[in-house]
């Protein structure tokens, strides 16, 4: 069981930036993928970024050119930069890890932590 501890969420006016860390408990398993997932109130959990063996990275529309996913192989970590915040990225955001394990894929998700732009 890997276990996901979310940190840096927070208040932040519109234009300002925030950076999101996630550390992951060890597992002996390959891991598949790392990234972060975010959910306002109303809508569904969409996907912002995800970052493959620690260098292929993909990223939703929306936060392209504005937000950076990065992996720390050595700590089980990943980050999200966040810069040029606006209030629509308003919502939990939450970590996820998937790995494989005996060829089934695991998912597994932090906590969540709040991110609130202010106009």
């Known amino acids: 069981q890997v276990q996901l501890v979310e940190s840096g969420g927070g208040l932040v006016q519109a234009g300002g930036s925030l950076r999101l860390s996630c550390a992951a408990s060890r597992s002996r398993f390959r891991i598949n993928d790392m990234g972060w997932y975010r959910q306002a109130p109303g809508k569904q959990r969409e996907l912002v970024a995800t970052?493959?063996?620690?260098?292929?990275?993909n990223y939703a529309d929306s936060v392209k050119g504005r937000f950076t996913i990065s992996r720390d192989n050595a700590k089980n970590m990943v980050y999200l930069q966040m810069n040029s915040l606006k209030p629509e990225d308003t919502a939990v955001y939450y970590c996820?890890?998937?790995?494989?394990?005996?060829?089934?894929?695991?998912?597994?998700w932090g906590q969540g932590t709040q991110v609130t732009v202010s106009s």
């Open positions: 970052i493959i063996d620690g260098s292929s990275t």
């Open positions: 996820y890890y998937a790995e494989t394990r005996y060829g089934l894929r695991y998912d597994y």
